[in-house]
């Protein structure tokens, strides 16, 4: 697979004020594990390999054991390797990934108001859309994982 073109050389500004999106998430009250693990799980169900490669990295960075990576896929059967907030998180981030399909309907909003507050539901929600934008410049484009460059 090659790139199709480099977006971030062809639209600076554009890509900046994506950064700009990230910089705010990053600086949330949200746990930078929690927010990577949904960045992983939004990158799953999309489907984006340079993304996927990314966040797992930076996920073992962190100090988040194979173990639970291996499962952020099938989250809910990983017991107590998903603490309540995690498991919320990740249920969030899949009915608003696939919003054409589930319509974020009132019991995943009731779900994750469990256990965040309105400014942390929010701010959860502009990662889950951000990281959804970012899945599709990089598939879109075929940006390559890091993986992949090192073969």
Known sequence: MSKRLDYTQIAPAGVKALGGVYG???QSDLSPV??????LRVSQINNCAYCLDMHTRDLLQKGVKVDKLA??????EGGQLFDERERAALAWAESVTLVAQTG???VAYEAARAVFNERELVDLTIAISLMNSYNR???SFRNT?????ET
């Open 24 to 26: 705010y998430v990053m």
């Open 71 to 76: 499962l952020v896929q099938a989250w809910s």
């Open 145 to 149: 994982p890091q993986a992949a460059m």
């Open 34 to 39: 929690l927010v990577d693990l949904v960045y």
């Open 137 to 139: 410049m990089a598939i």
């Open 104 to 106: 974020v309907p009132d």
